[in-house]
């Protein structure tokens, strides 16, 4: 069965622009969660998206957002790029979300997103 | 507020030696505690969880850990090391209060030396 999917795996963007990272969870997984991982430090949460809808979100700005497509895959977006954006940006799935549940999440190999 | 800590940046062991990783948490309620390992330019892997029941927790590539509630702690344990066990390693709790959200502690880098 195929893991986490996400993609690109690389990016390269500029100060002020846009970028948008994708991710398919495991097959079967209704819940997806955004992680980033700044180089030398754990991954921190972003958002979690269960069943379409927003579970959590982090201490991250408004230029951080996500969505939840009906097929379960997911978006994040980050607007007006800063240089301390660059990092690792990690999908994971799990088959529960909320509260309920004891379930691990799942990671993909992540985006490698690069800000000049 | 939740929060893990890995005292630890880094471990050195020799091959065939046991290993601990350590970790320690903090969280209001019941702590759901997991491990996970990541290998370069790879995302992280699960390897066990703690959720309630016996203190001692068998997971993948024959990794251990214990689960301490007087000492909050969760330490990660194999009794004997392999060079490809190097990787980083890193502890977290699951914050209920915030669905499946992990808290992740800083990673710890473990160095098997053959």
């Known amino acids: 069965d195929a893991g986490v999917t996400q993609s690109p795996t690389h990016l390269i963007k500029t100060r002020g622009q846009q970028v948008t990272l994708r991710c398919s969870p495991i097959?079967?997984?209704?819940?997806v969660s955004w992680y980033q991982q700044v180089l030398g430090q754990g991954p921190q949460f972003i958002f979690q998206?269960?069943?379409?809808?927003?579970?959590g979100r982090g201490n991250f700005p408004d230029r951080f957002s996500a969505r939840q497509f009906p097929n379960y895959s997911s978006e994040l977006n980050v607007n007006a790029l800063l240089l301390g954006d660059s990092a690792l940006y990690l999908c994971a799935s799990s088959l529960v979300g909320g509260a309920g549940g004891n379930q691990p999440q799942h990671f993909g190999d992540g985006t490698r997103l690069s800000i000049l | 507020a939740q929060s893990v800590a890995q005292p630890e940046d880094q471990v050195n062991v020799a091959e065939g030696n046991p290993l601990t990783v350590k970790c320690t948490y903090s969280?209001?309620?019941?702590?759901?505690l997991f491990w996970y390992v990541q290998y370069p330019n790879r995302g992280l892997q699960f390897l066990l969880k703690y959720i309630t029941g016996d203190n001692l927790v068998k997971g993948s590539y024959g990794f251990e850990a214990e689960f301490n509630k007087s000492q909050t702690s969760f330490h990660l344990k194999k009794p004997s090391a392999l060079v490809s066990d190097s990787a980083l390693y890193f502890c977290a709790v699951r914050d209920i209060r915030a669905g499946n959200m992990l808290t992740f502690g800083g990673g710890t880098r473990l160095m098997v030396k053959p």
């Open positions: 969280v209001s309620g019941n702590p759901y």
């Open positions: 097959s079967g997984h209704k819940s």
């Open positions: 998206y269960y069943e379409k809808e927003e579970r």
